[in-house]
């Protein structure tokens, strides 16, 4: 059982650049989430969906965007890369309701020169 | 909103020592508490959870946790520290509606021989 997969783990990139980190999970989740792990500041929330085809920015979603066209697959998108978005990033996936905990990828360690 | 406090960033305890991690939350409904470990360069790994029902809840490698809703705390407790207990730890808390966690800044615990 894979669970959630990150690709890739690591990336360097320049300002300026677009990319995207892929996120895919094999539980048959609804609801899947990026996060973004800085120090000191735990895991912050950038984008959520709650189903294919709907998403919803979290608590830091400037400079990302995302999609759900599936249930397996929740890519996020770096539009214009800035150092401010060097960080660890997580996704997680969970089942529906609450008391649901969160399952997480192994994370992308992006740098942004 | 909901919020997550963890009390002390960085925690050190001898081997076979108690260790207690301290998590205080605010909420305005019943929340859904959770503990999650991360070790160096990986995801995070669910401990424990609380939903409903008996307040105090154990998890994998002896952690425990008890919820305690008049001192809004879900504090972390293993009565025995072992060196690879060395981790960082989060406190989460889940509201109702979409895919809200909200996650503590974290706690570095070390484990000294």
């Known amino acids: 059982n894979a669970g959630v997969t990150q690709t890739p783990k690591f990336q360097v990139l320049k300002t300026g650049q677009s990319m995207t980190l892929q996120c895919a999970q094999d539980?048959?989740?609804?609801?899947m989430s990026w996060y973004r792990q800085d120090p000191g500041m735990g895991l912050r929330l950038i984008h959520y969906?709650?189903?294919?085809?709907?998403?919803d920015q979290g608590e830091v979603p400037n400079g990302y965007n995302v999609s759900r066209s599936t249930t397996e697959d929740f890519p996020l998108r770096l539009l214009s890369a800035a150092p401010s978005q060097t960080s660890v990033y997580f996704c997680a996936s969970r089942g529906t309701g609450t008391n649901q905990p969160q399952h997480f990828g192994d994370g992308t360690r992006l740098s942004i020169l | 909103a909901q919020s997550v406090t963890q009390l002390g960033s960085h925690v050190s305890v001898s081997e076979g020592a108690l260790v207690l991690l301290r998590c205080n939350y605010s909420?305005?409904?019943?929340?859904?508490l959770f503990w999650y470990v991360q070790y160096p360069n990986q995801g995070l790994q669910l401990l424990l959870k609380?939903?409903?029902?008996?307040?105090l809840v154990k998890g994998i490698n002896g952690f425990e946790a008890e919820f305690k809703k008049s001192e809004t705390s879900f504090h972390l407790t293993k009565p025995s520290a072992h060196m690879s207990d060395a981790a960082e730890y989060f406190c989460?808390?889940?509201?109702?509606?979409?895919?809200?966690?909200?996650f503590g800044t974290g706690t570095s615990l070390t484990v000294i021989p």
């Open positions: 909420s305005s409904v019943p929340p859904y």
């Open positions: 609380y939903t409903t029902g008996a307040t």
């Open positions: 969906s709650v189903g294919a085809g709907i998403t």
């Open positions: 989460a808390v889940s509201d109702g509606p979409g895919n809200q966690f909200y």
């Open positions: 539980m048959n989740h609804e609801y």
